[in-house]
């Protein structure tokens, strides 16, 4: 019975707050402020009637049509030749292949220096000539010796 007392009063302490703080808020009147502004619509008052029709659509001059395409794009002559497309094609294909491990040797490419850096594994002479034998074995023979970089690992 003591605990129906204690919670009863609690209840009606809790309704009594809730009831004097919603009778402050109407007695004050005070509104909360949007942020931003109404919008009001207003009716247009201007209705644009048009006065007149258009008249007969402009025909295309005959003697504006050019009839030559022009020789000249603005593009300069492609200059490279097949051996050199042979090159940056089997260059851009190793590189998209890159990191190669093989048993003798491991390739990576050096952004920096513009190179394939070729890491030999246990015999430099070995590890060098099972490179190249992989090299043209693989189809990367047009691509010149001075791209490669070996060292000894």
């Known amino acids: 019975m003591n605990k129906i007392k204690i919670l009863s009063s609690v209840l009606l302490a809790v309704v009594i707050v809730i009831l004097i703080s919603g009778l402050v808020f109407f007695i004050n009147g005070k509104k909360i402020k949007p942020l931003y502004p109404p919008i009001t619509v207003t009716p247009t008052l201007v209705r644009v009637i048009p006065t007149s029709r258009p008249s007969a659509v402009p025909s295309i001059q005959e003697d504006a049509i050019i009839?030559?395409?022009?020789?000249?794009?603005?593009?300069?002559?492609?200059?490279?030749?097949?051996?050199?497309?042979?090159?940056?094609?089997?260059?851009?294909?190793?590189?998209?292949?890159?990191?190669?491990?093989?048993?003798?040797?491991?390739?990576?490419?050096?952004?920096?220096?513009?190179?394939?850096?070729?890491?030999?594994?246990?015999?430099?002479?070995?590890?060098?000539?099972?490179?190249?034998?992989?090299?043209?074995?693989?189809g990367y023979g047009d691509i010149p010796a001075e791209k490669f970089v070996f060292k000894q690992m």
Do not use: H, M
């Open 67 to 138: 009839e030559e395409i022009p020789e000249f794009t603005g593009a300069g002559p492609d200059e490279t030749t097949e051996t050199e497309r042979k090159q940056i094609n089997q260059a851009f294909d190793l590189r998209s292949r890159l990191p190669v491990v093989e048993s003798q040797f491991s390739i990576e490419y050096d952004y920096q220096e513009y190179v394939f850096v070729v890491s030999i594994l246990g015999s430099f002479q070995q590890g060098k000539a099972a490179f190249e034998t992989w090299r043209v074995n693989q």
